[in-house]
Nanobody
């Protein structure tokens, strides 16, 4: 059974940092691009950052460029999202998702096929 599990969310003060992890079970991430998406209450799910299977391509939303870093460790079947200088507007449920790289894809939710259950990130003083 293909499964993605996010971890690392929580409550953090503005300016703080968190590292999210996305670990796969039941399949190898080696042939999948992985994306981090988020959804705040009353808003649509949006792309935060995506990484290709080889890590050669990394995309970031303009709102997180320079603050967030995506990386992956295929040996650990895990993708990370390092989030620094967090702002209240980063508050959302964060999801990781996977798409096999044999099909065209962009860093948009509709292109991703397998999803985790999400982890809450709250930035507040």
């Amino acid at each position: 059974q293909l499964q993605l599990v996010e971890s690392g969310g929580g409550l953090v003060q503005p300016g703080g940092s968190l590292r999210l992890s996305c670990t796969a079970s039941g399949f190898s991430l080696n042939y999948y691009a992985i994306g981090w998406f988020r959804q705040a209450p009353g808003k649509e799910r949006e792309g935060v950052s995506c990484i290709s299977s080889s890590s050669s391509n990394r995309d970031y939303a303009d709102s997180v460029k320079g603050r967030f870093t995506i990386s992956r460790d295929n040996a650990k079947n895990t993708v990370y999202l390092q989030m620094n200088s967090l702002k209240p507007e980063d508050t959302a449920v964060y999801y990781c998702a996977a798409v096999i790289t044999t099909v065209p894809y962009m860093c948009v939710p509709a292109d991703y096929h397998y999803w985790g259950q999400g982890t809450q990130v709250t930035v507040s003083s």
